[in-house]
């Protein structure tokens, strides 16, 4: 019997807790108007009773008022106000769910023992598994074999396996839910697909060392040779002056092609005209930009469906256009330049950069005349490969250069 009122006497505060604060206020103010009715019928209506019925009038009406109508009328008072109080906690669950349902992320939820008590479509697109395969089954099958669930994280993040076997980087925040169930308390864990976000981190840290390379193999060895030229000048200042004005004008010209790759490099740091216009767009301001800044033609063309393509390969193709242009303008002596991007392949995208100019014999990178075009080239090349691409290089001397590069894209893009 003890375990009988306990159990009730939970049931009771656990259905107190679960009352908005209104609906507590409701039924506060019920239960003091039916003792304030019950006290006016009893001191007012029962003395009346007593002096015209008698006595057994008196305790004939008291049972009917207090044994049948008073309970009658308070549990169909109590049962209005659990029937409202029902209707609108069925009705938030039902919006709840449909949040759950339709969002994006996947969220799960989980008992004490880390089963898994719901799995939303978030989930299912996730992880490949289907809610009834999913029901039931421990969390930890969708963690890499190596990991385990942290103990009292609220958020963290880790790697978990699909059903293909994918390794799939996760952000997972967890909340305690207020209400406890079963053996213990549920936890709600929303998981979020961090596959997109990493790239975009991976691709800042290559474009930092890329940065780190340009500046090493390129502004930090000619800014060493400036100063051992400007030592020379200093000593032929008084023996020969004629020489000491010409190496001052050759360091002019060295400081001014630095200050422009300086200001290329600036300019590559963050394309800023992606964010603005969208990666098809910037293609067509960058060859319009091109042209109005210097004595050449560009001719942009796009083969294929305009589509969004991932981030770093948006940024890739782009850097390369700025450095094949760049390169274009200090070495080709081109009247006309054709930018072309083709997007008809749904496995990969392809630009072709082809000019009208001097072009050259064999590898740039060999001769000194063409050294800065030669390492220009090592960059695309190395942008290239990192986004597992393919290069190559079509060039003679007297017709022009073209450059054609393919990077294959990831299926459902």
């Given at each position: ?169 996760v952000e997972v925040s967890c909340s305690l839910l207020a209400e406890e169930v079963g053996e213990g308390p549920m936890r709600v ?27 090493h193999d390129g502004v930090q060895q000619d800014l060493f040779l400036l100063g051992i030229k400007l030592d020379i000048c200093h ?122 100019g001097r072009g050259f014999d064999g590898h740039p990178g060999i001769t000194q005349p063409v050294r800065s075009a030669g390492l ?38």
């Open positions: 019997m003890t375990k009988g009122i306990n159990q009730w006497t939970r049931i009771l505060i656990g259905g107190w807790r679960e009352l908005t604060r209104r609906w507590r206020i409701m039924l506060i103010t019920a239960l003091i108007g039916a003792s304030a009715l019950t006290s006016i019928i009893q001191w007012f209506g029962m003395h009346w009773v007593h002096d015209h019925w008698g006595e057994y009038g008196h305790y004939a009406l008291e049972i009917v008022i207090y044994g049948v109508l008073g309970p009658l009328l308070f549990l169909l008072f109590a049962s209005s106000i659990f029937f409202r109080w029902r209707m609108e906690r069925e009705r938030a669950e039902q919006q709840l769910a449909a949040v759950v349902e339709g969002s994006a992320d996947a969220i799960v939820s989980v008992d004490a023992q880390r089963r898994i008590r719901s799995w939303n479509r978030g989930a299912e697109t996730l992880f490949g598994y289907g809610a009834e395969e999913a029901l039931g089954e421990a969390f930890e099958r969708l963690l890499g074999p190596s990991l385990r669930w942290p103990a009292n994280a609220s958020r963290w993040e880790t790697v978990m396996r699909a059903r293909d076997g994918r390794q799939i980087p864990l929303i998981i979020r697909d961090v596959t997109e976000r990493k790239r975009r981190e991976q691709a800042v840290q290559d474009e930092r060392a890329r940065i780190a390379r340009e500046l000593q032929l200042l008084r023996s020969d002056p004629d020489r000491a004005a010409q190496e001052l004008l050759s360091v002019r010209e060295t400081l001014q092609e630095e200050i422009s790759n300086v200001q290329r490099i600036v300019r590559a740091l963050r394309p800023i005209q992606l964010e603005r216009f969208g990666f098809v767009s910037a293609l067509r301001r960058l060859a319009a930009e091109f042209a109005q800044q210097h004595p050449c033609a560009v001719d942009f063309s796009l083969q294929g469906p305009e589509r969004e393509l991932p981030y770093e390969v948006e940024s890739t193709l782009f850097r390369i256009a700025q450095e094949a242009l760049n390169n274009v303008a200090k070495h080709a002596q081109a009247q006309r330049v054709w930018l072309q991007l083709d997007l008809t392949d749904p496995q990969g995208v392809t630009m072709t950069i082809r000019d009208d220009g080239l090592k960059h695309i090349r190395e942008r290239v490969e990192q986004q597992g691409g393919t290069f190559t290089l079509d060039s003679a001397a007297g017709r022009g250069t073209t450059l054609t590069l393919t990077i294959p894209l990831p299926s459902g893009v």
